[in-house]
T-cell receptor, first 111, second 114 residues
Framework: QKEVEQNSGPLSVPEGAIASLNCTYS??????FFWYRQYSGKSPELIMS????GDKEDGRFTAQLNKASQYVSLLIRDSQPSDSATYLC???????????FGRGTSLIVHP | KAGVTQTPRYLIKTRGQQVTLSCSPI?????VSWYQQTPGQGLQFLFE???????NKGNFPGRFSGRQFSNSRSEMNVSTLELGDSALYLC?????????????FGDGTRLSIL
């Protein structure tokens, strides 16, 4: 069974710091990796997609993928209180149409 | 470009009733997936439709069913509602079901069972 693991948190960081969110997955055949942000009471919103090893940057967000070690990370630079949310990692294997979601990590950015 | 639209946003039902939820995907998107989200279980996959065919199904009882129309709009039905069905039901669409594009979620329907 494909598994995606995330630390539930909460991860608490001060405003302006770098928040590091991690996700590990069990299926070595995974090819697509997604990070979603979900505010309380709202639906998940896509932040980043990453498909190949290395880093992908988009504004204050950087996704890091290491297929050999089977983990994907999300770094948030200059964290703001508005970044406080639950971050969901989703992983899709090559032969699957549906991504598997982790349970999410709660991030709290305090002023 | 309009996002994924789900109706209704909120719904209150009693045990034993049935309910139908609707989802209109992003224009041009052909894959529609449904998820149930509860605080205790996280995001649970219900089923996926592509070109009016159910292509994948999660581990939910037969009380949960769905369909997709020729315009890619989808409906989900839950019969004989139970208290445990109280949840946020999310619909997600994707451009091409076979490729690696990400899913985009609607705002969800919050279903409460009394």
């Amino acid at each position: 069974q494909k598994e995606v693991e995330q630390n539930s948190g909460p991860l608490s960081v001060p405003e302006g710091a770098i928040a590091s969110l991690n996700c590990t997955y069990s299926d070595r055949g995974s090819q697509s990796f997604f990070w979603y942000r979900q505010y309380s009471g709202k639906s998940p919103e896509l932040i980043m997609s990453i498909y190949s090893n290395g880093d992908k940057e988009d504004g204050r967000f950087t996704a890091q993928l290491n297929k050999a070690s089977q983990y994907v990370s999300l770094l948030i630079r200059d964290s703001q209180p508005s970044d406080s949310a639950t971050y969901l990692c989703a992983v899709k294997a090559g032969g699957s149409y549906i991504p598997t979601f982790g349970r999410g990590t709660s991030l709290i950015v305090h002023p | 470009k309009a996002g994924v639209t789900q109706t209704p946003r909120y719904l209150i039902k009693t045990r034993g009733q049935q309910v139908t939820l609707s989802c209109s995907p992003i224009s041009g998107h052909r894959s529609v997936s449904w998820y149930q989200q509860t605080p205790g279980q996280g995001l649970q996959f219900l089923f996926e439709y592509f070109s009016e065919t159910q292509r994948n199904k999660g581990n939910f009882p037969g009380r949960f069913s769905g369909r997709q129309f020729s315009n890619s709009r989808s409906e989900m039905n839950v019969s004989t509602l139970e208290l445990g069905d109280s949840a946020l039901y999310l619909c997600a669409s994707r451009l091409d079901g076979g490729a690696n594009q990400p899913q985009h979620f609607g705002d969800g329907t919050r279903l409460s069972i009394l």
